[in-house]
């Protein structure tokens, strides 16, 4: 798959193989943490390791369903744009998405990456790069999702500064 | 007098800065958190980057520290990019 700036207002995904678009279809249903408490509290987090009075409640009560409702719509979007992917003979896959979606993309492959590793417990030294599964169990292949996920993200990242000019 | 003596402290209280702090995370990416802290603060990449790292090799960075209101704004930005960040009164 490559993934690239096309006409300076969208992202191209060409030349998508079928396990890439199978993986990236899963994105939306990845990110959702299906009511998990781990998982839920990775992605709704406390705002204070203090405990100061009153906050986490006003938190829990206002910008929890903020966030909740942000997520959500960045799986929508991600969703709504994998459904106009298309299939050439080959099965190799072409999908074109707006540049203005790459935030909701960084974000719903975020979710995605930070639900498994809590559901699955993955540790650091895990998540790294470097790891090398010595078998092929449910988890390890989630690991390579997981690590799918990022190296995606890393090229929707480096897409992006390419069109931001430095600022120092 | 004990009027004057609480609306001295309620003065404090507000006066008191407030940090948010980012922690380490071994799931967000490094390039994602410098691109984040660049939006949401506005920082340089290099001052981004500084702090991205800081949180990689001591496990927080105290990114920005402020008023309390804008402290928690900031903390709920940065969820919004699901970056683990608390905010914390600042010492001293």
């Known amino acids: 798959m490559m993934i690239r700036r096309w006409k300076d207002k969208s992202i191209e995904f060409s030349r998508i193989e079928s396990i890439e678009a199978e993986l990236l279809k899963q994105v939306p249903a990845a990110g959702d943490p299906e009511g998990e408490e781990k998982a839920e509290e990775r992605l709704f987090p406390s705002p204070t390791s203090q405990g100061t009075p009153g906050m986490t409640k006003d938190w829990d009560e206002f910008v929890r369903p903020e966030l909740r409702h942000l997520f959500l719509s960045a799986r929508k979007l991600v969703e709504e744009d994998l459904a106009g992917m298309t299939r050439r003979p080959g099965k190799i896959g072409h999908l074109v998405v707006p540049l203005t979606h790459a935030d909701s993309w960084l974000n719903a492959l975020n979710q995605a990456r930070l639900v498994l590793a809590t559901k699955y417990d993955f540790t650091e030294a895990e998540l790294s790069f470097n790891h090398t599964p010595k078998t092929f169990s449910r988890r390890d292949l989630v690991l390579l999702q997981i690590n799918f996920y990022a190296a995606v993200q890393e090229r929707l990242i480096e897409i992006l500064e390419e069109g931001t000019p430095p600022k120092r | ?92």
């Open chain 2, 1 to 92: 007098m004990p009027e004057t003596l609480e609306e001295t402290k309620s003065v404090t209280q507000i006066a008191t800065p407030w940090n948010v702090v980012v922690h380490n995370d071994p799931v967000n990416l490094m390039s994602y958190v410098t691109m984040v802290l660049q939006k949401v603060f506005g920082y340089s990449v290099d001052r981004a980057r500084h702090h991205m790292l800081e949180v990689h090799h001591k496990g927080r960075s105290i990114v920005w520290t402020g008023d309390r209101e804008t402290a928690e704004l900031y903390v709920q930005q940065l969820h919004g990019y699901l970056l683990h960040a608390t905010l914390e009164r600042a010492e001293g």
